[in-house]
């Protein structure tokens, strides 16, 4: 009889550890409120262009947080990819779902997305060499957060990584709060 309840004792815990595993983690996230993009008709970057890198950011952004189990680090970085794909493209579908999925503590599917980190991040270091060579502070603003994220996505990219530091020690760091904390401002 004792053997009996030993193993139903050990047969419910073991339940109740299993069921515990598979919930989703516990995160917080602040809902990003873009209703006035920091990015202007100025910007180097066709409509659907701007469309597609937001899909694209949006869908790294949770395959970080669903890799790293919503860790604050990947929570972060999310924040900063989502609040650029959404000032890149303030209705962009996987960002708005991803946003308010996240802000109601779900985590969202992750995807296989159109490409790996690392090909993302050699497609972004290129696109911010493009931005570059244009007039224009948006251009420039945009090609430094490009090459940031290319660093970050892939830290075995040498050209990112460089570019990355070379811009850190000559401007400082940069500044990702107008994406991720946006002014509420009327359109």
């Known amino acids: 009889m004792r053997g009996i309840w030993q193993a139903a004792t050990i047969l419910f815990f073991g339940t109740a550890m299993a069921v515990a595993a598979d919930q989703p983690p516990e995160f917080e996230w602040q809902p990003l409120k873009v209703t006035r993009s920091i990015f202007t008709r100025d910007l180097g970057m066709l409509d659907s262009e701007r469309d597609e890198y937001a899909t694209n950011l949006s869908d790294h952004a949770i395959s970080r947080i669903a890799a790293d189990k ?8 999310a924040r900063r990819m989502l609040g650029l794909a959404l000032n890149l493209s303030p209705r962009n579908k996987r960002a708005l779902v991803a946003g308010f999925q996240l802000a109601k503590g779900v985590l969202p599917e992750a995807s296989d997305g159109a490409y790996s980190p690392q090909a993302f991040a050699r497609l972004l270091h290129a696109r911010a060499g493009l931005l570059e060579k244009q007039d224009g502070d948006e251009n420039r603003l945009l090609a430094r957060m490009f090459i940031e994220l290319a660093a970050g ?20 760091e940069l500044d990702w709060s107008a994406v991720t904390n946006p002014k509420t401002q009327k359109p």
């Open 70 to 77: 919503a860790s604050p680090a990947a929570l972060a970085d």
């Open 153 to 172: 996505m892939d830290p075995k990219n040498e050209d990112a990584v460089y570019a990355s530091e070379v811009r850190r020690l000559d401007h400082g």
